[in-house]
């Protein structure tokens, strides 16, 4: 099974903010990765799929890159509504298909 | 509105059953695959198993592998979830959720979870 990491586990930022998550596959993924969001006792939220495409009605301050084993999601300006807990998932190779632990995002 | 609402969860006993259920809505239910997956409190997010539209593919995560079945009717537009042999360690949310395929300008599927329910709690405990 591929290994998720996510980096780092836990971030402080304040509203305005620039801020990126890290995640890092065990092997190559092929940009078959996709970005959720989940807020305290609510369902995860779709973001990005295909490391980099926005899902449909995500606001345009969120984006992702990378390739290989390497992705990033970043927020360009972070908005009071933006603090939650994000998680990658692979989609390559499936099944299973995996998720990272998790990035919690704090107000600092 | 596309929805799924999850029902049937609750608190049994260690080596009990349970039979989930997800009611679909607002799209085409007999298109698309489906999963289950599931989140221990305070914990991340572990897929469960998935059925595909007409349910010809099934699979399963290794945790759950012999102990539950994932099924689906396309007429009831219902996904289910038996779960026999219940551990503590199942004790979880359990989310239904919409597998789209995404498709990329090579022709290759990017397949995400686009919809999910609200959860339903599933307490093993004696």
């Known amino acids: 099974d591929i290994q998720m990491t996510q980096s780092p586990s836990s971030l402080s930022a304040s509203v305005g903010d620039r801020v990126t998550i890290t995640c890092r596959a065990s092997?190559?993924?092929?940009?078959?990765l996709a970005w959720y969001q989940q807020k305290p006792g609510k369902a995860p939220k779709l973001l990005l799929y295909?490391?980099?495409r926005l899902e449909s009605g995500v606001p345009s301050r969120f984006s992702g890159s990378g390739s290989g084993t390497d992705y990033t999601l970043t927020i360009s300006s972070l908005q009071p509504e933006d603090f939650a807990t994000y998680y990658c998932?692979?989609?390559?190779?499936?099944?299973?298909?995996?998720f990272g632990q998790g990035t919690k995002l704090e107000i600092k | 509105e596309v929805q799924l609402v999850e029902s049937g969860g609750g608190l049994v006993k260690p080596g009990g059953s349970l039979r989930l259920s997800c009611a679909a809505s607002?799209?085409?239910?007999?298109?698309?695959?489906m999963n289950w997956v599931r989140q221990a409190p305070g914990k991340g997010l572990e897929w469960v198993s998935s059925i595909s539209s007409s349910s010809s593919y099934i699979y399963y995560a290794d945790s759950v592998k012999g102990r539950f079945t994932i099924s689906r009717d396309n007429a009831k537009n219902s996904l289910y979830l038996q779960m026999n042999s219940l551990r503590a360690e199942d004790t979880a949310v359990y989310y239904c959720a919409r597998e789209e395929s995404y498709y990329d300008s090579s022709g290759y599927s990017h397949d995400a979870f686009d919809i999910w329910g609200q959860g339903t709690m599933v307490t093993v405990s004696s």
């Open positions: 607002g799209f085409t239910f007999s298109s698309y695959s």
């Open positions: 998932q692979q989609y390559y190779s499936t099944p299973p298909c995996t």
């Open positions: 092997q190559g993924i092929s940009n078959s």
């Open positions: 295909a490391a980099s």
